[in-house]
């Protein structure tokens, strides 16, 4: 068994997933990687001894399930999760179809849940772990016309880790949400970036979110991925691991008036919304 760390990363034959794969062989761990097409993995990070690619339909338990056993028989272990697969879906609520929206849901959170109830059972047997759930600031803030059902699905992932991470402290297992800002990788790309197939041109709004994502911010994105996999690194690394960990300035600044709107609608509302219990007899 290699003394050194093993990593399992979903999703990693492009976007941040393949530059975490490829900072993370890079420095010297043990990588299982996972894509639902090997070629495709292969093709963009080659062969390496410490590198076990994997195709895995992550929607399917069994197929998740033997790819976590497949990791343990070739590395010994697995030290780090990261459920990074998922693609983003564009489009109004009230024009994405149910099973648009179920799709997303199937592979943005159940897919991540089936990984989780894959590993669990080892990493519990270590007494030692940690897991990586990427998210995105659309799970943090929902004020994006158009991402509805995407933030809705980082959301759940945002909710289900903060779970995740109360129920491993026993077991010395650690949980991290990881809340993207924009990342110059192929997010926005149409192979990654789902559109409504019955569009109702009413909406506007949306429309013009929907093409500024496509045609403006694609590529353009400020956020450096490897930089981002660098920090992701250290924090599997330190001591005290986040349980939030907002990538790039502009998650920062997100993430910072969606809590300074909180604060005052609680303010404004405080003392309405308090008064709430029983009367107390004197």
Known sequence: MSTQKTWYVTGASKGLGFSLVKTLLNKGYNVAATSRSLNDLTAVVGEHENFLPLAVNIKDEGSVKASIDATIARFGKVDVVVNNAGYGLTGALEELSDAEARENFDVNVFGSLNVIRAVMPYLRAQQSGHIFNVSSIGGFSGNYPGFGIYCATKFAVQGFTESLGAE?????????????????????APDSLSTPKNEIQEYKTVREVQAAHQNDINGNQAGDPDKASEVMIAAAEAA???????LGADAYGVAAQKIADVQADMEAWRELATATGFEVEA
């Open 168 to 188: 491993g402290k026993a077991f010395n297992i650690k949980a991290t949400i990881v809340s993207p800002g924009y990342f110059r990788t192929n997010f926005l």
């Open 240 to 246: 005290e691991a986040p349980m939030h960990l907002f």
